[in-house]
């Protein structure tokens, strides 16, 4: 199995053995990175879309397709390994795609993707012709801004109901976040967090446990959705700009957040995103920064993470904005540095605000 490892893709998967390939999304395209056949390191095995900037990377588990999101670009699938690539954007209306996902729709694979301006749209057919889910901008968007030049939000993250996936949770950077219980026919915002939201993860032993990471931190509810708790502010120790946060699928009170001490307003005067990558095996009510070969406070961003549950242990893998892929294969304990010297991994322009000035 190859694993996904980009901003706005897939984070959190479940494997029978260790995989031995991750596709990574970078400023310069898709590159695909294995690991020795001695198991002794890891190389760049080839490279796809390289005059592309990739925002997110997808594998659609039925299918084995490869789909990646570009921008200022489109949407771009390959049935073959990554070998040969094909434009699919018939339906999109819009050139800059922040975000991936699938789902299980009907026995079938459903694609979704979301844009900037701050759309969502999903295929049925591999992306070959696309539908936009209107009703998610008919909600109230006069809120819907974001901080740098052209102030326009973007659809940032996608998720669904472990156990329903009609039931759609839309992040908006900045707007808030938006549920969907009829497979994105209606939607309503979800009151009770700052309207910066970056992404949701879901408990899926306790669907009703969800964690929100955002500009402000990160909220957590236990109701699904009705109340919320602001568990880690912007002066906190993890970092007060959280993003990427992934748990273990068969131990979900064991989660993994990688945050920067502050928000990218900050890095244009500092050129430092101070990351760190923290640990919590209580539910996220604390947590233990990781070092062990993971230097403390990096100075570029953790612009992607995923987590992979391979039965006898699990892998971590976290990548810069500089170009660095990090890993851990041992729960977070020990971590190495696997590649470097890759284009930057990043959000729209965060790569830029680290360059030394």
């Known amino acids: 199995m190859a694993l996904t490892l980009s901003h706005g893709g897939d984070t959190i ?4 053995t260790r995989s031995d390939e991750v596709l990574v999304g970078t400023k310069e395209g898709v590159v695909f990175i294995r690991r020795s056949a001695d198991g002794s390191g890891w190389a760049v095995a080839k490279r796809a879309l390289t005059d592309k900037h990739i925002h997110a990377v997808i594998i659609e588990p039925l299918s084995g397709a490869i789909i990646a999101g570009a ?3 489109s949407v771009y699938v390959s049935e073959d390994g990554g070998d040969t690539w094909e434009r699919r954007d018939n339906g999109i209306t819009e050139t800059d795609i922040y975000s991936l996902a699938s789902a299980r729709v009907n026995g079938g694979a459903r694609i979704f993707a979301g844009s900037e301006p701050a759309y969502l749209f999903y295929s049925d057919d591999l992306g070959r012709h696309w539908s936009e889910l209107s009703a998610m901008r008919s909600v109230d968007m006069s809120g819907w801004t974001f901080p740098a030049p052209p102030h326009i939000a973007h659809t940032k993250h996608i998720n669904f ?14 707007g808030g976040l938006l549920k969907s219980t009829d497979a994105g ?10 309207d910066d939201v970056h992404r949701t993860v879901i408990n899926p032993k306790d669907p009703d446990r969800i964690y929100v990471t955002g500009g402000d931190g990160m909220y957590v509810t236990s109701d699904g959705g009705s109340n919320w708790e602001h568990w880690t502010t912007t002066d906190h120790e993890i970092g007060g700009y959280p993003d990427l946060l992934v748990l273990h699928p068969r131990q979900p009170d064991l989660l993994f957040v990688a945050a920067a001490q502050h928000g990218p307003g900050a890095w244009r005067e500092t050129r430092f995103a101070g990351s760190r990558i923290s640990r919590s095996t209580d539910g996220g009510r604390t947590w233990e920064h990781l070092r062990n070969g993971l230097p403390d406070r990096l100075q570029p961003s953790i612009e992607a993470m995923c987590l992979e549950d391979w039965g006898e242990s699990f892998s971590i893998f976290a990548a810069t904005g500089t170009g660095e892929i990090w890993c851990s294969e041992d729960g977070g304990d020990h971590w190495a540095e696997i590649i470097t010297g890759l284009a930057p991994i990043s ?3 965060h790569y830029a605000m680290l360059v030394p000035a």
């Not at 998967?13 to 029978?16: A, Q």
């Not at 026919?185 to 700052?194: A, E, K, L, W």
Request: a negative charge.
């Open 185 to 194: 026919q209606h939607f309503q915002i979800i009151p009770g967090m700052d």
């Open 71 to 73: 921008t200022p670009d």
């Open 347 to 349: 959000k729209g322009d």
């Open 13 to 16: 998967f479940s494997s029978p």
């Open 161 to 174: 109901h472990p156990d329903d996936t009609d039931t759609l949770f839309i992040s908006i950077e900045q």
